[in-house]
């Protein structure tokens, strides 16, 4: 069964401290990874798609990069707008249509 | 371009009744999937559709029903309503099945 761990379950940082958020899945096939960001009541916003081991996207001051078995997302010099939980989604080969699996998310919270 | 929609954004319902939630597609976009998000927790999948047809299924019993229309929109019904039913509904589309899926605003539905 495919699975997706997400860590730290909750990070606080000052206005221009950069950390990173990890993403831990097992799946058998990966067929895309995917990072969203959701306000809390609302649907998540799309940030990333990443396909293979070694890939980097950037958007703003948010960087993801994947390996075989996690993916990261790094941000660098946040500000209390970046405040949202940060969710990360694997989609997995064999089957012909797009299930994806989700991690419990991240929590940021960003103080100026 | 128009974003995924959904209607009604809030509801409430009691025990056993049924409910009916109602998404429209981005513009361009063939594939609809349905997702429940329980408080503080990941999206789970629930169910896709691909030019109207179910093309596959989470975890969930079949009191969880579908349908998508020939303009790619779609419906989730959900019948004998339960407390636990109680959550976020989204609903996301995609190109493809196995495509980067967009999300909706959801539909916050509350069983009493």
């Known amino acids: 069964e495919d699975q997706v761990t997400q860590s730290p379950e909750a990070l606080r940082l000052q206005e221009g401290e950069s950390s990173s958020l990890n993403c831990s899945y097992t799946v058998s096939g990966l067929r895309g990874l995917f990072w969203y960001r959701q306000d809390p009541g609302k649907g998540p916003e799309f940030l990333f798609t990443?396909?293979?081991a070694g890939e980097e996207k950037e958007k703003e001051r948010l960087k993801a990069t994947l390996t075989k078995k996690e993916s990261f997302l790094h941000i660098t010099a946040p500000k209390p707008e970046d405040s949202a939980t940060y969710l990360c989604?694997?989609?997995?080969?064999?089957?012909?249509?797009?299930?994806?699996?989700f991690g419990q998310g991240t929590i940021l919270t960003v103080h100026p | 371009e128009t974003g995924v929609t959904q209607s009604p954004t809030h509801l409430i319902k009691t025990r056993g009744q049924q409910v009916t939630l109602r998404c429209s597609s981005q513009s361009g976009h063939n594939t609809v999937s349905w997702y429940q998000q329980a408080l503080g927790q990941g999206p789970q999948f629930i169910f896709q559709?691909?030019?109207?047809?179910?093309?596959g299924r989470g975890n969930f019993p079949p009191r969880f029903s579908g349908l998508q229309f020939p303009n790619y929109s779609s419906e989730l019904n959900v019948n004998a309503l339960e407390l636990d039913d109680s959550a976020l509904y989204l609903c996301?589309?995609?190109?493809?099945?196995?495509?980067?899926?967009?999300f909706g605003p959801g539909t916050r539905l509350l069983v009493l």
């Open positions: 989604a694997v989609l997995a080969g064999g089957t012909s249509y797009g299930k994806l699996t």
């Open positions: 559709y691909y030019r109207e047809e179910e093309n």
């Open positions: 990443l396909y293979s």
């Open positions: 996301a589309s995609s190109v493809q099945g196995w495509e980067t899926q967009y």
